[in-house]
């Protein structure tokens, strides 16, 4: 479904064998965990409106994306989630993603050179002149829709080629109950199966990934020893990918 990322990478649970308790609870466990964590973040910023107005590209010659930006705002005279150092208020959706890197610093590559740019994905395309002639076609029909924001989630997914599913719902604002997931559940609408189309499109990006993994290897870019598992540089937007 059409989402921001506020925090990534994903985070795997490390069974600990020294404890009696099976995997399955070691994974309740550690998903509420995270859950809770969150909720002390979230708690902390109040419900906010969105609105869809504006349009951006980023991408080369090889890969690029149109997004739309998620600009936001207080629906009243709330209490904003934070202030930036000069004390100037910052879009609740900045605010809201700077308390949730807090519980989770690891999670910190959402913010390239320090800054959080909030994006909602639009579509791929094969290279930045398909995007920018798309973002100007969007751009003459657009008309600007807002929503309002009460809730973030806590997502799962199961290898690169897995939907998206809740594992809980953290309500924005003081006071608020964390609802937990189980089993964790799909977004409405999102179809059971995979299109045959978006299939092709993912295995086509991996065979693309792969093959500049290997032409960076010929040329020293990433250098391993003789019987160890190679390092994979982590990649931020890998599954833009939504």
Not at 184 to 191: A, D
């Amino acid at each position: 479904p059409p989402h921001v990322n506020l925090l990534y990478p994903f985070l795997d649970m490390t069974l600990n064998k020294k404890i009696n308790e099976t995997y399955e609870v070691q994974l309740s466990k550690f998903r509420e965990e995270m859950s809770n964590h969150l909720a002390i973040a979230a708690g902390q910023c109040e419900p906010f409106d969105v609105t869809l107005d504006s349009f951006g590209t980023f991408g080369g010659r090889a890969r690029a994306v149109l997004w739309a930006y998620p600009k936001t705002k207080y629906t009243t005279t709330q209490q904003p989630c934070d202030d930036d150092e000069e004390g100037e208020e910052e879009e609740p959706l900045i605010a809201l993603q700077g308390l949730l890197e807090e519980q989770f610093p690891k999670c910190n590559e959402q913010k390239k050179g320090g800054t959080f740019n909030p994006h909602m994905t639009v579509s791929h395309y094969p290279n930045i002149d398909f995007a920018s002639a798309a973002k100007e076609e969007v751009e003459a029909k657009w008309n600007p829709i807002s929503f309002h924001v009460a809730e973030v989630y806590l997502l799962e997914r199961k290898g690169n080629g897995g939907q998206f599913k809740v594992l809980a719902t953290i309500p924005l604002g003081a006071d608020s109950k964390v609802e937990l997931h189980d089993p964790p559940k799909s977004f409405p609408g999102m179809p059971r199966f995979e299109d045959d189309w978006v299939k092709a499109r993912r295995k086509s990006v991996k065979k693309r990934a792969k093959r500049n993994m290997t032409k960076k290897e010929r040329r020293g870019g990433y250098q391993t020893k003789k019987g160890s598992p190679q390092e994979i540089p982590k990649n931020p937007e890998k599954f833009l990918k939504k």
